[in-house]
């Protein structure tokens, strides 16, 4: 089955630290990786996504991440954090056969201290 | 440009009741997928209706069963709620020609069960 892993819960950085969150998943076949960001009180919200290509992929606010086919890694960066990126960061992956379906981290809770 | 939006916000119901969430999708999106969110933890996927027939299934009981009208807004219900019931119900809506791999997540309803 199908299943994706974050490492961490609970992050918590000082503004212009550099960030990574790490995902991994678990599946045979070919993936789309998305991140999506929740922020306090309001709702989820795409932040980036991979289906192929470049496995380097840019999204908003400043974020990216990369695709490693063979670590099953799609980990989440930004070199300088700011106080408005708190919020909680979801890891999903759905499946090409099974476009519909996103399966999700456990997310993780990125605190920045100004 | 509408987002997706759902009804009610917040509701709270007694073991044993039945309860009907309702979503409407972002405009131009013909399939609705639920998601349910319990505390701390990331989505978990449903079921996905498109052209009014459930497509995808996940880890459900029969309990949970839904229904998409020909405007493409959906609806959830659960039967015999449990306590294990209360979560956040997220809908996500997409466009299919584009493989649904790219869903927009409305603000979720809150449901609790006492």
């Known amino acids: 089955a199908q299943s994706v892993s974050q490492h961490n819960h609970h992050v918590i950085l000082s503004e212009a630290a550099s960030l990574e969150l790490g995902c991994n998943y678990s599946?045979?076949?070919?993936?789309?990786l998305f991140w999506y960001v929740q922020y306090p009180g309001q709702h989820l919200q795409l932040l980036l996504k991979?289906?192929?290509?470049?496995?380097l992929v840019k999204g908003i606010k400043g974020f990216e991440a990369e695709f490693i086919k063979s670590k099953f890694s799609f980990n989440l960066r930004k070199p300088s954090v700011q106080w408005s990126d708190t919020a909680e960061y979801f890891c999903?992956?759905?499946?090409?056969?099974?476009?519909?379906?996103?399966?999700f981290g456990q997310g993780t809770e990125l605190s920045v201290k100004p | 440009d509408a987002g997706v939006t759902q009804s009610p916000t917040h509701l709270i119901k007694t073991r044993g009741q039945q309860v009907t969430l309702r979503c409407s999708p972002k405009?131009?999106?013909?399939?609705v997928s639920w998601y349910q969110q319990a505390l701390g933890q990331g989505p978990q996927f449903i079921f996905q209706?498109?052209?009014?027939?459930?497509?995808q299934r996940g880890n459900f009981p029969d309990r949970f069963s839904g229904h998409q009208f020909p405007n493409y807004s959906s609806e959830l219900n659960v039967n015999a709620l449990l306590l294990g019931d209360s979560a956040l119900y997220l809908c996500?809506?997409?466009?299919?020609?584009?493989?649904?791999?790219?869903?927009?997540f409305g603000p979720g309803t809150r449901l609790t069960v006492t």
């Open positions: 991979y289906f192929s290509g470049d496995p």
């Open positions: 405009s131009g999106h013909d399939t």
């Open positions: 999903a992956v759905s499946s090409h056969n099974q476009g519909g379906k996103l399966i």
């Open positions: 599946y045979g076949g070919t993936v789309n």
């Open positions: 996500a809506s997409s466009f299919r020609d584009r493989g649904s791999y790219e869903q927009y």
């Open positions: 209706y498109y052209e009014e027939e459930e497509r």
